[in-house]
């Protein structure tokens, strides 16, 4: 229901009260039908569902799959390594994801202790909980609002709700009713549950309590609100698919292949079967993805970005929007004096000694402005004055400022007259325009400057003064005639580093769109200094909520600042940019931008000034309030695609190349060319060594100049899939045919088993640039590969030149000339790719280079 728009004595009839509040019999009824005044608790997940979803994708099933089949087989070791990885890994991502229930406890910590009420005309102290619809709360300086009340008595009083609006500036509250539609931040008559009483008295009627509150619709909100599933899970899934049915299809296929052709007996397609299983399944890709990430996650934390959960880790390289709250985010959060109009340098030591002294916060100049604690508006003069070394004068009397007339008004001995005083005054610039002795087109003159200030966004403040005689008293009648002296234009300004990340962001093809609770025009100015695209138009809430959803999905295309927004609005903002198929980042920091931060398919919280409950419904905590830290951040989430890219791109080639090499023994009716003890050795060796170095692989060089990837775009691309098709023929066919040139079946099995490590070796070489040649200056750069590639060799050299390595893996020592000829088919294999990808180079140089047809 809109209270705003009820007067006092409709309000009073309505809610069945009066004045001197409810009858306690009244409450009781009340309280029993209503309920009591908080809000509802979400079911908690138990820990074993939170720990038992990291098991049951794909493939970790397919994981646990081969493990009991390598136990059936009678392969214990080799089983109870693979139930090892996946155990590892769930809990490694149970650890790393798991997050506190969504902003619950969070939201708790804004519900008061204690209310003070009016029981039959007399004050009482009742437990929060206990309020009812109808109840009169008196509320003083430092209270927490506890029910949303409409206000029927007001003094002075200034309320901050930025945990609602998102805005530091308080708010000078009033009783009069309000005639038209009003977001939450226009409510000048509402006083909202959870905010805090800056100072002033007042009183007013509940109206709504516990969930029905603006805070409890919030929070209802953030439990409705399903987390969104991240572009990595997503793509990790369609490959575990493709593995999965890849792997189900060859072995259907030799099965009837093999029996129908060879008689096959059971046993016989079992082990065979377990083999090519065994050989196909990249046992250590979700241990070396999870690594990667993790290294992710300690990168952004140098970086000042906390990430919650790992995959998020890539989704900031996703990232095709960001939606930024405007206080603090992309501004500095400190009202600045940015431009002071005045007629003469007389006018501005006079502006500056007003900005001193018409004022409550300061009371000696021992302190400083920016320890002050109270309006912003007010410190930001001080600051200005202060720069200019202006000294404070002794305050003999004072008109409090208060919204209904809108100015404040102190008054100072006279130093040349004993017998006189000045009088400052400071307030709206046309309500001091028309108590001044000003000539009408002296007025207008001014008024036309306040409106070229007022274009760019800042709040205006007019100055004028006033000499009285010691006789006469400070009063609103005595402040005419007044000398009108200068405006003041304040604003809060846009960080330098903000405008260098937006200007990276777009450079990046991310769309950065601002949505605050501030008015449009400040906004507006705001984006226009910062540099974004669509600024010519402002999308205020009360505009949204005329637009249907399909209507919003056209307007947020077009639309780059949306002003005067509430937790709904968001919502619906990022819910429609999602409906575009486009990633969304989210920053906030108030309870207001909670349910926002996470639908986006990244919330991002503020760290220093960011709300608790804000911190447990984002992904990513920047730990500076920055707003350069994202495009830091998405720098570094797409680095880490790109690695996890190339290693994806390394491992399958390997698993498919073993694979075939199964599949061609049955075909040929020949015996399994590598037991499965050698073929888990293979895929634990490269896995320990060489999957884990693309991790380190530095960014490319155009990885800020590129626009984020297409959101349909899977992991493997077809030509991923034709590289890993050719690739592990490249592997497979030189090695198994130079294997078989040999006598005995260990001397086969060793000089397959060296191939494929080493021709693994080289294709890493291969996959630290997609396209691009291997051999550049960043080979050495990273330390990791070059580590790895050592590391590889004494494993190697371990098992082939020692007598227990030949125990354990049934494999025998091989000649230089034969350690020569893998070394050959490993050239073959790096020059041929490189060819392959060198000619690849070209078309897509041509492709982007062609004119597009119209």
């Known amino acids: 229901m809109n209270w705003y728009k009820n007067t006092t004595e409709e309000l009073l009839h309505t809610l069945q009260t009066t004045r001197q509040g409810l009858s306690s019999e009244e409450r009781n009824q009340r309280l029993a039908k209503q309920g009591e005044n908080k809000i509802t608790e979400a079911a908690q997940i138990p820990t074993w569902k939170k720990v038992g979803k990291h098991f049951t994708d794909l493939l970790m099933l397919v994981l646990i799959v081969a493990a009991v089949l390598k136990g059936i087989s009678g392969d214990y070791i080799e089983s109870g390594i693979i139930m090892a990885v996946v155990v590892i890994n769930g809990l490694v991502g149970y650890w790393q994801e798991r997050k506190a229930q969504e902003s619950l406890d969070g939201l708790k910590q804004f519900m008061g202790q204690e209310a003070t009420i009016y029981v039959h005309g007399r004050k009482k102290k009742i437990a929060v909980s206990s309020l009812v619809n109808g109840d009169l709360v008196v509320l003083g300086p430092g209270d927490v609002v506890p029910a949303d009340m409409r206000l029927i008595e007001t003094h002075d009083l200034v309320i901050e709700e930025s945990i609602l609006t998102g805005e530091s500036e308080p708010v000078q509250k009033m009783t009069e009713a309000i005639t038209q539609e009003s977001t939450i931040g226009d409510q000048r008559n509402m006083a909202f549950s959870g905010t805090h009483v800056e100072s002033g008295t007042a009183s007013g009627i509940v109206v709504e309590t516990g969930d029905d509150t603006q805070i409890g619709q919030i929070n209802q909100a953030i439990q409705s609100v399903k987390a969104q599933e991240t572009p990595l899970i997503k793509k990790m899934k369609q490959l575990n698919h493709q593995i ?131 309006n912003p508006t007010e410190k930001a003069l001080l600051q200005y004055a202060e720069s200019a070394q202006q000294p404070l004068r002794k305050t003999v009397d004072k008109i409090p400022f208060n919204s209904s007339y809108k100015y404040m008004a102190t008054r100072h001995q006279n130093q040349e007259e004993p017998n006189a005083s000045v009088i400052f005054v400071k307030g709206a610039p046309e309500v001091l325009l028309e108590k001044s002795q000003l000539t009408s087109d002296q007025k207008q003159w001014w008024l036309d400057e306040s409106a070229k200030l007022a274009a760019k966004g800042q709040r205006l403040i007019g ?11 400070l009063s609103h009648e005595a402040l005419t005639k007044l000398t009108f002296v200068g405006i003041a234009g304040i604003i809060d300004p846009p960080k330098d580093s903000a405008i260098k990340a937006v200007k990276e962001c777009l450079q990046a093809g991310i769309q950065v769109k601002m949505i605050t609770g501030d008015h449009g025009k400040t906004a507006q100015a705001i984006g226009k200094q910062i540099g974004l695209k669509h600024t010519n138009h402002v999308l205020e809430g009360l505009e949204i909520d005329l637009l249907s959803e399909e209507e919003l999905q056209q307007a947020v295309q077009k639309t780059d600042i949306f002003a005067r927004t509430t937790p709904e609005h968001k919502l619906r903002i990022v819910s429609a940019l999602q409906a575009n198929e486009e990633i969304v980042g989210m920053t906030g920091d108030g309870v207001n931008d909670a349910p926002a931060l996470k639908k986006a398919d990244i919330g991002i919280a503020m760290g220093i000034k960011g709300s608790e409950v804000t911190k447990q419904a984002a992904d990513m905590v920047l730990a500076d309030d920055n707003f350069h830290t994202i495009a830091n951040a998405v720098r570094v989430g797409r680095r880490i695609y790109d690695n996890l890219k190339k290693t994806i791109n390394f491992f399958l080639p390997t698993a498919v190349a073993q694979g075939l090499i199964v599949i061609a023994a049955l075909l040929l009716n020949r015996p399994l060319p590598l037991t499965p003890v050698q073929i888990l050795w293979v895929n634990m060796v490269t896995t320990i060594t060489l999957s884990y170095a693309l991790g380190f692989e530095k960014a490319s060089a155009d990885v800020m100049n590129r626009p984020p990837r297409p959101i349909k775009e899977g992991i493997l691309s077809w030509y991923s899939l034709f590289r890993i098709f050719y690739v592990s023929l490249l592997i497979m066919i030189p090695s198994y045919v130079l294997a078989i040139q040999f006598e005995g079946t260990v001397l086969q099995q060793s000089m397959l088993l060296q191939s494929i490590v080493f021709a693994q070796a080289v294709y890493l070489l291969n996959c630290r640039e997609l396209v691009n040649p291997a051999l550049n200056r960043q080979l050495f750069a990273n330390k990791a590969l070059l580590v790895s590639l050592a590391l590889l060799i004494v494993l190697q050299a371990a098992i082939f030149l020692t007598p227990i390595g030949h125990q354990l893996l049934g494999i025998g020592s091989l000649t230089l000339m034969q350690q020569l000829s893998i070394a050959a088919n490993g050239a073959l294999l790096f020059t041929l790719v490189e060819g392959e990808k060198f000619i690849t180079n070209k078309l897509q140089g041509r492709q982007k280079a062609a004119p597009v047809k119209q």
């Open 463 to 473: 100055f004028a003064h006033l000499t009285l005689s010691a006789q006469e008293s």
């Open 244 to 374: 999965f049915k890849g792997i189900i299809g060859l072995v259907i296929f030799l099965i009837f292949f093999t029996t129908f052709r060879y008689g096959f007996d059971l046993d016989l397609l079992f082990s065979s079967g377990i083999a090519l299983v065994v050989a196909m399944i990249p046992e250590g890709l979700p241990a070396v993805l999870t690594m990667i990430l993790s290294m992710g996650v300690k990168e952004m934390s140098e970086e000042q970005a906390i990430i919650k959960t790992m995959p998020s880790v890539e989704t900031l390289g996703a990232m095709t929007v960001i939606c930024s709250d405007k206080t603090g985010t992309l501004t500095k959060n400190e009202m600045t004096v940015v431009d002071v109009l005045v007629e003469s340098n007389v006018d501005k030591e006079m502006v500056l000694d007003i900005m001193a002294n018409c004022q409550d916060l300061k009371q000696d100049e021992e302190q400083k402005a920016a320890d002050l604690v109270g």
